[in-house]
């Protein structure tokens, strides 16, 4: 099992959850009852993806204490706005069969729409009234981090972003650790392709590790929260076992230097889709 992180006061969740992004509605279920069956606690979803249910569903199937799993989600886009964010939080809690979220997100600043300040403040009166724990974002660059610190009441717990070893942030990283805002990290593996890297795949075997287990350690050593999705069980469990694992420091500085601005994801300056269909 890896540690959790302190993300706000009273706040902690485990540094590595599983991130649902891209699961069948109809699959995921069985595949997040799966990962909490071999120790997961901790899942990421969104509205956007359209499979809340089924991992309301699967929370319930498992029977675990509700306090024992930290469950998040994410607004949509075509959702921000005060009184619009208001009753997507209500819906998304009720797709989920829950009371309370751990954390939800802003999913992407959509800057275009000029909603997501207004949108801030719903946020902070969810979490002022107990209906989330936490409450953060996603996707958003240094700007508009900025203008939220000077804006907010309440400060994001976490910005949850594209990051791996060939798109590494470091401006951003830098920024989020000025602030007091937690990194959390998806597409964390780069969707597979910086496991293919020749510098992995020697690091791999100088740990008699997986390429996969190695990239996880490297952010788990950063200290950000990390997403990983799979649906298959054998590389669940491949992925919750890095926390004997140890990267030393050489390794972790070959690591940092695969850097190359390899984004793979919407740029958030302009991804503007309202994620309802």
């Keep these: 099992?890896?540690?959790?992180?302190?993300?706000?006061?009273?706040?902690?969740?485990?540094?590595?959850?599983?991130?649902?992004?891209?699961?069948?509605?109809?699959?995921?279920?069985?595949?997040?009852?799966?990962?909490?069956?071999?120790?997961?606690?901790?899942?990421?979803?969104?509205?956007?993806?359209?499979?809340?249910?089924?991992?309301?569903?699967?929370?319930?199937?498992?029977?675990?204490?509700?306090?024992?799993?930290?469950?998040?989600?994410?607004?949509?886009?075509?959702?921000?706005?005060?009184?619009?964010?208001?009753?997507?939080?209500?819906?998304?809690?009720?797709?989920?069969?829950?009371?309370?979220?751990?954390?939800?997100?802003?999913?992407?600043?959509?800057?275009?729409?000029?909603?997501?300040?207004?949108?801030?403040?719903a946020f902070e009166r969810l979490h002022a009234e107990g209906v989330v724990r936490a409450v953060g974002v996603s996707n958003f660059l240094p700007e508009h981090l900025r203008e939220l610190a000077a804006l907010a009441q309440v400060m994001?717990?976490?910005?949850?972003?594209?990051?791996?070893?060939?798109?590494?942030?470091?401006?951003?990283?830098?920024?989020?650790?000025?602030?007091?805002?937690?990194?959390?990290?998806?597409?964390?593996?780069?969707?597979?392709?910086?496991?293919e890297d020749p510098v992995i795949a020697a690091i791999a075997a100088e740990l008699g590790a997986t390429p996969a287990q190695v990239v996880l350690r490297w952010h788990i050593q950063h200290g950000y929260v990390v997403i990983p999705k799979t649906t298959s069980r054998d590389r669940l469990v491949e992925n919750l076992d890095v926390g004997g694992l140890s990267l030393a420091p050489q390794q972790m500085a070959r690591i940092d230097a695969l850097e190359r601005g390899h984004r793979i994801g919407n740029d958030p300056a302009t991804f503007a889709i309202s994620q309802i269909r």
Excluded: C
């Design 1 to 121: 099992m890896t540690a959790s992180a302190l993300i706000a006061p009273g706040v902690e969740v485990p540094q590595l959850g599983l991130g649902v992004f891209q699961i069948d509605p109809d699959q995921v279920q069985p595949v997040v009852e799966t990962a909490l069956e071999v120790g997961y606690r901790h899942v990421d979803t969104a509205a956007a993806y359209n499979n809340e249910a089924g991992v309301g569903a699967a929370l319930r199937a498992a029977g675990l204490p509700r306090e024992e799993v930290f469950v998040t989600s994410k607004l949509r886009n075509g959702e921000q706005g005060y009184d619009a964010a208001l009753r997507a939080a209500a819906d998304t809690l009720d797709r989920l069969g829950l009371e309370q979220l751990d954390l939800y997100l802003i999913h992407w600043p959509n800057p275009a729409a000029g909603l997501w300040q207004e949108t801030w403040r």
């Design 156 to 195: 994001p717990a976490v910005n949850q972003i594209e990051l791996h070893p060939s798109h590494a942030r470091a401006d951003l990283v830098a920024l989020q650790r000025e602030l007091g805002v937690a990194v959390e990290s998806y597409s964390p593996l780069g969707q597979g392709g910086d496991l």
